[in-house]
């Protein structure tokens, strides 16, 4: 997977950072799974190592974990500078 900095999108737009509660609402709410379907085409979803952590957590059963995996590897991945997690 390539990372945002790697795919140039620092320098060239707009980058939506997706957190557990929207990620959720994709599976839950049309309205919103229509409203983030151009941002995935536009490869302007992201999402960190922190947020992976979070959603994986709670993944039912290896096969679950493994359909996140792959819906989170859909997302650019952003670095988490040294020294933000304690």
């Not at 229509?34 to 992201?46: D, F, I, S, T």
């Not at 974990?65 to 952003?78: T, V």
């Amino acid at each position: 997977m390539r990372t945002a900095i790697e795919a140039g999108v620092a320098t060239t737009g707009l980058m939506y950072l997706l957190d557990r509660s929207a990620l959720a609402r994709i599976r839950v709410d049309d309205v919103i799974a229509k409203a983030l379907q151009p941002l995935y085409a536009a490869r302007a979803v992201a999402t960190c190592t922190i947020i992976d952590l979070e959603v994986l957590y709670s993944a039912r059963d290896h096969a679950h974990y493994q359909h996140i995996m792959h819906a989170q590897r859909q997302c650019l991945l952003l670095p988490v500078p040294p020294g933000t997690v304690p």
